[in-house]
C-alpha cells in the first residue's frame, strides 16, 4: 500500500521550520562543546602549578626520609 496523497511540495514547506529548529540545535551544542573545549584547555593544569588547585592529590605529605624523627630506612 502506499500513501493516497505526495504532495512533496507542502511536505517540504511543512518540515521546514521544524529541521531549522534541529540545525539550530545542533549549531548551538556544537558551539557549547567548543567553547568546553577552550575552557579546559586555557584552564588546564600547568607545570609547576600547585596540586591543591588543580584538584588532584598524590596522598604523600612529606617525604619520610627528611622528616625529622624518622626511623632509618632498612637496607638489604
Request: aromatic residues 6%; charged residues 20%; proline residues 7%.
Amino acid at each position: 500500500m502506499s500513501a493516497p496523497d505526495t504532495d512533496t511540495e507542502k511536505k517540504n514547506v511543512a518540515h521546514r521550520f521544524p529541521i531549522m529548529g534541529m540545525i539550530g540545535v545542533v549549531v548551538f551544542a556544537l558551539i557549547l562543546l567548543f567553547a568546553l573545549v577552550m575552557w579546559i584547555s586555557y584552564d588546564g593544569n600547568n607545570p609547576g602549578e600547585d596540586e591543591m588547585k588543580s584538584g588532584v592529590s598524590s596522598g604523600v605529605t612529606e617525604d619520610p626520609l627528611t622528616v625529622e624523627g624518622a626511623s632509618e630506612p632498612a637496607t638489604e
